[in-house]
């Protein structure tokens, strides 16, 4: 039961466009929504998060917009530079008297072109 | 990740033998979660620990696997007669109580040849 789908293993974007890479979810009790990006050989690194209270939330490059009624989120990279090339992984999590355990999307592989 | 430490790096394991990752959370984190990722898949949740108790372990095989993290020292996860099916990328996770988001280690890669 994949409760977070991501339906793109990869993606190509030309350095300087905007990268967009999208996620879909089932469970309605997940209130809380991450992104993270992994490099071979590395532990995920936190990018960005949003709270099903927004709709929005941004942070530089990076802008996550949540859809509670489509049950989708998605990340925005503008400009997209060289570095950003990697997995990124979608998560979400409900919270439950702390425990704040997450659920991880199969991932998108990002290929930024120079 | 460099708060979060796991070691070994990698480690190999023949079939039968024991396997025993560590892992230290960030400073001032007392909660521990660790995570299982499989090749070409997304990380599976494992085990949810904070100091001397297991608070959700959902995710755990029933057998062969358990994980403790006590008062002082590293979380340890401890894979008991391993098999190849046990070969994959393990990482932990802390967080702060009651904090988001979690930060993971750089994972220990286990090989079972």
């Known amino acids: 039961d994949q409760q977070v789908k991501q339906n793109s293993p990869s993606l190509s974007v030309q350095e300087g466009r905007i990268s967009i890479l999208n996620c879909d979810y089932t469970n309605s009790m997940f209130d809380y929504f991450l992104w993270y990006k992994k490099y071979p050989a590395e532990g995920p690194t936190f990018l960005i998060s949003i709270s099903s209270i927004k709709d929005k939330n941004e942070d530089g490059r990076f802008t996550v917009f949540l859809n509670k009624s489509a049950k989708h989120l998605s990340l925005h990279i503008v400009p997209s530079q060289p570095g950003d090339s990697a997995v990124y992984f979608c998560a979400a999590s409900a919270r439950d008297f702390g425990n704040e355990k997450l659920t991880f999307g199969t991932g998108t592989r990002l290929t930024i072109i120079p | 990740n460099a708060g979060v430490m796991q070691n070994p790096r990698h480690l190999v394991r023949r079939r039968g033998q024991e396997a025993r990752l560590r892992c230290s959370p960030m400073?001032?984190?007392?909660?521990v979660y660790w995570y299982r990722q499989l090749p070409e898949e997304g990380l599976k949740f494992m085990v949810y620990l904070q100091k001397e108790n297991i608070i959700d372990e959902s995710g755990m095989p029933k057998e062969r696997f358990s994980a403790e993290f006590p008062k002082e020292g590293p979380s340890i996860l401890r894979i008991q007669q391993v098999v190849r099916g046990d070969s994959a990328a393990y990482f932990c996770?802390?967080?702060?109580?009651?904090?988001?988001?979690?930060?993971f280690g750089n994972g220990t890669r286990l090989t079972v040849t």
């Open positions: 400073k001032g984190h007392s909660h």
């Open positions: 996770a802390s967080s702060p109580d009651q904090g988001r988001p979690l930060h």
